[in-house]
């Protein structure tokens, strides 16, 4: 009689009951972590402080940013009216500064009063998160200024490259950013603009008793116009970047007043020393944030190099928990820095819960792991651009692209390294025979082989490897075969004797044969 051909085992399978448990079972999970996550939003927010206070010091970083992302919760979550940052930063990278004054404009916009202390400086970013802020003050010996955009290289934070009007094209956006918030706040806006752009020059003239602060632009309108004016000082000259003391800030109305303690910094806000709660600084937290992001693209490799293994080993093991723990550890650095929001999350968690249901219970359906795998791709890359991303901001845009060809590589390499493993963990003496490998002596279509019939229903055999579900099985009679099998109901150890009750899509369904106690 001519060998039967397999089935290819990319076919459709009938889910068993217990495959049909474990989806449900998986289903209920992801609906309960997508309730928990957003179930915080619509509680009531209990009685607590007036005031949050936060104390951001050192590099405005990602760390940085998940300080502030948990100094907003709580701030939310105690009911609090103000958030009060004490800065003390030489400044950051553009990416992560964009992503903080997100967070605080939307933080205002829920209703949050946002204030600053300046404690002794705030470089760069530092003073555009001072721009951000309703109310700010300074201690005496406090700075504020020198905001020209860097950019984090794999060696820290370098300057802007000056070819292919990089340069200009970034100083002409962040002049603007600095602007608009200083009007916003009804603070100089040619301050702000030289504090970011050396090139900026700004006087103080008196205009009709007035006294004003004017960049070149509006110098020149100034002098064409025929008024009357005075030439006060030149604050800031061309050729450096604007730094500010307190009493200069105070004067020129970039800042509120000076204040020496953080009680004197309550009372000019117009609340007691018993309003705020101890302030919240960097935690372990906000440490394993840093080194989350510095080493997502590490993480993203692992989880796919760990999953090619999972898928060839039988059942779902340690490669596959590992695996699963390296994209989630993904997403929670982002969540915990504020970038990734609950549908972020969610889309991870369906996204691994389909991969495992692909892998364990409908092995061959091909679907689920096709959209577990773009759940989980989308969710961690708009989880890397944070809330509020839009096609049409170029600068997000850019980020995503950055993120997506960071990722891809990340892809790429995975796929070196898995054919690689591909080659060596079939002959590793501890792995060999845990692999799925067909014996060199047969000839396999698919799980079963093409030199041998199918086994008949009800056939009987042995266990070859641990069967988790997946594994490999000898069928009595059929000297030297060797059979792909799949256990119906728990997993079975090698040694233990099957018997087969269903036979196609490129693998045998066997169960524990009776009066086997193995």
Known sequence: MPPRTAPSPWAARRPSARGRRLACLLALLAAWWA??????????????????????????????????????????????????????????????????????????????KLACWIHEHAASAGALIALTAQSVYMTPS??????????????????????????????????????????????????AMAMVDPDVEVRQVRVEN??????????DD???????????????????????????????????????????VLERLGYAATDAAPALERSTGELAVVWLERLTPFLILAGLVLGYLELKLPGFGLPGILSAACFVAVVAGKYMAGLAQVPHVVAVALGLALI?????????????????????????LFASVGPGFSFADPLLLERLLDTGLEYAIAAVLAIVVAMTISRWLPKTPMLRG??????????????????????????????????????????????????????????LP????????????????VERASGDNA
């Open 35 to 112: 309730t928990a996550c957003g179930s915080s939003a619509s509680a009531p927010p209990p009685a607590g402080p007036r005031v949050t206070h936060l104390r951001v010091s050192g590099p405005i970083d990602v760390g940085a940013l998940a300080l502030v992302s948990r100094g907003i919760r709580s701030a939310r979550e105690q009911g609090s009216e103000t958030l009060l940052i004490e800065l003390d930063t030489p400044g950051g990278s553009l990416e992560v500064l964009w992503d903080l004054q997100k967070q605080l404009l939307a933080a205002e916009d829920g209703g949050l």
């Open 142 to 191: 406090g700075t504020v200024g020198s905001a020209y955009p860097v950019l984090a290289g794999p060696g820290g934070l370098m300057p802007l490259p000056e070819d292919d009007g990089v340069r200009e094209k970034e100083l002409s956006f962040l002049r603007s950013q600095f602007a608009s918030m200083a009007e916003r706040r009804g603070r100089p806006p040619a301050l």
């Open 210 to 219: 007035e006294l004003r602060l004017v960049d070149l632009a509006q110098w």
């Open 222 to 264: 100034l002098r064409e116009s025929g008024k009357p004016y005075e030439l006060v000082a030149t604050i800031s000259s061309k050729g450096k970047l604007l730094n500010l003391t307190a009493r200069q800030a105070v004067e020129l109305r970039f800042a509120d007043g000076v204040a020496e303690t953080l009680t004197q």
């Open 356 to 380: 495992v249901l692909e892998i364990l219970a409908f092995p061959g359906t091909l679907w689920l792991g096709i959209t577990g795998a773009v759940l989980l791709a989308g969710g961690l």
């Open 434 to 491: 845990a692999v799925l490998v067909p014996d060199p002596a047969v000839a396999f279509a698919g799980g079963l082989p093409e030199t041998a019939e199918l086994p008949a229903l009800g056939a009987r055999g042995l266990a070859l490897t641990d069967l988790r579900p997946v594994g490999k099985v000898a069928i009595d009679g059929r000297s030297g075969a060797e059979f792909e099998a799949r256990s119906l109901g728990p997993f």
């Open 494 to 509: 090698a040694g233990a004797h099957v018997r087969v009750i269903e036979v196609g899509v490129g693998r045998l369904v």
